[in-house]
Structures are given as structure tokens and as C-alpha cells.
């Protein structure tokens, strides 16, 4: 039904409205999911305690990441662009991706207290 609503609002009104309809929806669905859903007292006593224990960041494991995720990013938006791996750009922007990100992983597997934790399956 989005679909079809929206390409009324766009055709009735203006593309704006689309986005601006979203809005009050937004606000009512977050109001929801906030008295609706709750998380377990485990999980909320355990949050409790690294809390007051102090938090840590992993911030190299989160500069790898960043770094990382930012070459595959102007690989993937610029790559179209400049013929992919025929350019000295896109190549240049993919070795760092493919170290950083593979140094991410085994950064994080290594790590006491990681900012995304591989280890944990579902």
C-alpha cells in the first residue's frame, strides 16, 4: 500500500508531502515501540553494571571500521563512475578497504570488550 499512497501524495500534492506525511506516523510508531517493547531484566542489569563499571570504547576497532567502511564506500559509489577496477582510484580505494576490514575482524575477535562482537552467534 506505500507504494500506491505515495505515488498519489506525489501526484495529488507534491514529493514533499511524502516526506512530511512520515512524520506524524514516525512519531506515533516510536511512542509504541516505547510502551510496547521492553527489554529483559538480564539485559537491563547487565547494561546497568557496565555502566557503572565505566564504559569502554574499542576506538581502534571503531577507526577500522570507519576507515574501512569508508574506502568500500567510494569504491562503490565511484566505482560506475571511473570503470571500476581499471582505475587507479577505485583499485587504490579497494586494497585499504579489503586490509582494514579483514583487521577489523581479527582486531575484534581479539578483544576483551569489542564494539561489535563477532563471537556471539543467535
Not at 569508508?70 to 577505485?90: E, M
Request: proline content about 7%.
Amino acid at each position: 500500500m506505500g507504494p500506491s499512497l505515495g505515488g498519489w501524495i506525489i501526484d495529488s500534492f507534491s514529493w514533499r508531502w511524502v516526506f512530511l506525511i512520515n512524520v506524524p506516523i514516525g512519531i506515533v510508531l516510536t511512542l509504541l515501540v516505547l510502551a510496547m517493547i521492553h527489554d529483559p531484566p538480564e539485559q537491563v542489569a547487565a547494561r546497568t553494571a557496565k555502566l557503572r563499571a565505566g564504559l569502554r570504547i574499542d576506538y581502534f576497532g571503531f577507526s577500522l571500521l570507519a576507515l574501512g567502511l569508508g574506502c568500500l564506500q567510494l569504491v562503490l559509489d565511484k566505482g560506475q563512475q571511473y570503470d571500476s577496477f581499471s582505475s587507479p582510484l577505485i583499485f587504490a580505494g579497494a586494497i585499504p578497504s579489503a586490509v582494514l576490514l579483514a583487521a577489523f575482524v581479527v582486531w575484534e575477535l581479539g578483544q576483551d570488550d569489542p564494539i561489535v562482537d563477532l563471537e556471539t552467534g543467535p
